[in-house]
């Protein structure tokens, strides 16, 4: 594997190593073929197979095969494994997050030349999110903005009212906690790295930046630490529960009634009517806590549909990925599934604007639609941030066990963060 041993400013500046195809370029015109044009496509969105179906019956000559996964933590390994013995599907859906480690590692193919008139029917922060370099590595799926989810008839039982700014979300903590003590109005889970980057962006933080031809590197700067600082102090008191967001034991404390309330992306909306449904008609959604002075929000998560180096046929992968996540068939299948859009004309769909029946017939996606325009998309995800991202879960655990601090955290992953960039060749310097 190219380990890039030059001077990278990954993503935002510095294309990837030429891509050599035998036979094909992103540029080219299909490859000849004496029957339909078969993409196989490598996804976990929910409903995923209904809209492939509807591609397949209105379009006879390219065939979509989909291959299913439960999420990125298993599809990243299997298409590295599959780029690299030569036989990847075509096409995958990749977290945000994860592009840059895959354009700096030269295992995506870009499809600049052919996406580019598709451009214009998504959030250009989204389209910015599946480029990298001047090169345009996929088609925007979706968005996470973030909210906070609360049990509404438990918060009347305690006498809160829906926190607004931060300040007010640990006066409440304290209330709900004085009154009972095995009682908290939120969690935060330390298995969920993506979510804790999505409350330091709110806070101004960024943990990776570009200056020039160098990345410049702030995990412990000022907003990161305001975020360490204040999530530490809740723990210190007491006044909030660390459990793990991805795992079972999470869900007997939300029908026990021990957490009242969590802040999540909008593809959370599910995760209460799958896992807590005798709670039907308690929960709502509200914005999420906001810093005094500020109405940033935060975003967690949004992924898009990547074209994977070896591709025979990235025109009609990037035609279908358009389809698939712009159109108005795939797109109402798709935000059933709990998807929210990154197309522009999705949110005039009519499922946008119908109640949620768990939620008490609310609308839940007009709290989303709030939330997203307040997300400030300046954030940009560094050529290393796997490793990052690991490097913080394991220090999130530490915490969550009682060894060290939230900035212990962010001070050994700025050290641990900056290593491993130069020693991958990478231009890199402390914020």
Excluded at 319 to 340: P, V
Aim: with cysteine; net charge negative.
């Amino acid at each position: 594997m190219n380990h890039m041993k030059r001077s990278l400013a990954a993503v935002g500046l510095t294309a990837v190593a030429a891509l050599v195809v035998a036979g094909c370029s992103a540029g080219s015109g299909p490859a000849e073929s004496s029957g339909p044009i078969e993409i196989e496509y490598l996804g976990w969105v929910s409903e995923l197979q209904d809209a492939i179906d509807i591609w397949n019956k209105e379009n006879p000559d390219i065939q979509v095969k989909l291959r299913t996964t439960t999420g990125s933590d298993e599809a990243n390994p299997a298409i590295r494994a599959g780029v690299q013995a030569g036989n990847a599907p075509c096409m995958a859906q990749m977290a945000y997050f994860s592009l840059p480690n895959f354009v700096a590692d030269d295992l995506l193919m870009p499809i600049t030349d052919v996406a580019a008139q598709y451009q214009d029917k998504f959030l250009d922060w989204t389209w910015a999110s599946a480029s990298a370099g001047g090169e345009v590595y996929g088609i925007p799926q979706d968005s996470g903005p973030m909210v906070m989810y609360y049990n509404q008839d438990e918060f009347a039982k305690f006498g809160i009212e829906v926190p607004t700014t931060w300040e007010e979300y640990a006066a409440d903590a304290a209330k709900v906690k004085a009154q009972d003590p095995t009682v908290s109005l939120g969690f935060l889970g330390p298995d969920d790295v993506g979510a804790y980057a999505g409350l330091v962006a709110q806070a101004g933080g960024r943990w990776t930046t570009i200056d020039g031809d160098e990345w410049k590197v702030g995990i412990n700067d000022t907003g990161s630490l305001k975020v360490a600082n204040f999530w530490q102090d809740l723990l210190d008191k007491k006044l909030v529960t660390i459990t793990p967001r991805y795992d079972a034991g999470l869900f007997p404390q939300l029908i026990d009634h021990k957490i009242l309330s969590f802040v999540g992306a909008s593809w959370n909306y599910t995760t209460l009517p799958d896992n807590v449904p005798d709670q039907a008609g308690q929960w709502r959604v509200a914005q999420m806590p906001k810093w005094e002075g500020s109405e940033d929000t935060a975003n967690h998560g949004g992924s898009a549909s990547v074209v994977l180096k070896g591709c025979k046929h990235p025109a009609e992968a990037a035609k279908f990925a358009t389809w698939l996540n712009s159109s108005d068939e795939s797109m109402d299948i798709l935000i059933r599934g709990g998807l929210y859009p990154a197309a522009n004309d999705a949110f005039n769909l009519d499922v946008l604007k119908q109640g949620v029946d768990y939620y008490g017939g609310q609308v839940v996606y007009d709290e989303f639609a709030a939330s997203a325009k307040n997300v400030d998309t300046s954030w940009t995800f560094g050529p290393t941030y796997d490793a990052t991202a690991t490097a913080y879960t394991d220090g999130l655990a530490s915490v969550a066990s009682g060894q060290g601090t939230f900035v212990d955290v962010a001070n050994d992953v700025q050290k641990s963060t900056l290593a491993d960039m130069k020693d991958r060749g990478i231009s890199a310097s402390a914020e």
